[in-house]
């Protein structure tokens, strides 16, 4: 069975500065690996995903996430952090029937 | 194009009552999933539909919820005799056909659900 599992509930981070947020899989089969991001009283959108081919992945905003087969992780970055960036960010391997296995998420807070 | 549309936004009741939300998928998905967020937690899946068939209801509570996808019309989630513990945020997803575990699930804005 797949899981998901996010090192760090709250991030905090000023302005400028880089974005590490943690995210750890486990899957008995080649997994599908996807980040997304939820604003406040919002659904969740899509940043990026990671099905086979390179594994360093580009999304939007600038983030980007590396999958690590060795580490079985899949962490999110992005060099430069921006006000707009506090949110919260959900990693989630996707199961049977496609359906997505989510992480409990980090909530980034991001300080001037 | 429009996307995942969940109504009520907002929905709060007492204490057994009902509660019913609505999911209409994006134009050409015929694949729902329902998903649940409780206060300080993640998305935790509950059903995955397809018109008019319960593929997975793997996540379903056994008693008072129910889901279906009719032919015709939006998606239902359905909790009767609601209790305290059911108020969370009730998010629903949508794909095309399912090929692989590729496809990127579209979700909506969600339903969020309060028990007085």
């Known amino acids: 069975a797949q899981s998901v599992t996010q090192l760090g509930s709250h991030v905090s981070v000023s302005e400028g500065a880089l974005v590490l947020l943690r995210c750890n899989y486990s899957s008995s089969v080649p997994p599908y690996l996807f980040w997304y991001v939820q604003y406040p009283n919002q659904g969740l959108q899509l940043l990026l995903k990671?099905?086979?081919?390179?594994?360093l992945v580009k999304g939007i905003n600038g983030f980007e996430a590396e999958f690590k087969k060795s580490e079985t992780s899949f962490h999110l970055t992005k060099p430069s952090a921006h006000m707009s960036d506090a949110a919260e960010y959900f990693c989630a391997v996707s199961g049977a029937y496609n359906k997505l296995i989510f992480g409990a998420g980090t909530r980034l807070a991001v300080h001037p | 194009n429009a996307g995942v549309m969940q109504n009520p936004r907002h929905l709060v009741r007492r204490r057994g009552q009902e509660a019913r939300l609505r999911c209409s998928p994006m134009k050409g998905h015929s694949h729902v999933y329902w998903y649940r967020q409780l206060p300080e937690e993640g998305l935790k899946f509950m059903v995955y539909l397809q018109k008019e068939n319960i593929i997975d209801e793997s996540g379903m509570p056994k008693e008072r919820f129910s889901a279906e996808f009719p032919k015709e019309g939006p998606s239902i989630l359905r909790i009767q005799q609601v209790v305290r513990g059911d108020s969370a945020a009730y998010f629903c997803?949508?794909?095309?056909?399912?090929?692989?575990?590729?496809?990127?699930?579209?979700f909506g804005a969600g339903s969020r659900l309060t028990v007085l």
């Open positions: 990671y099905t086979t081919g390179a594994t």
């Open positions: 997803a949508s794909s095309p056909q399912v090929l692989s575990g590729a496809n990127v699930l579209t």
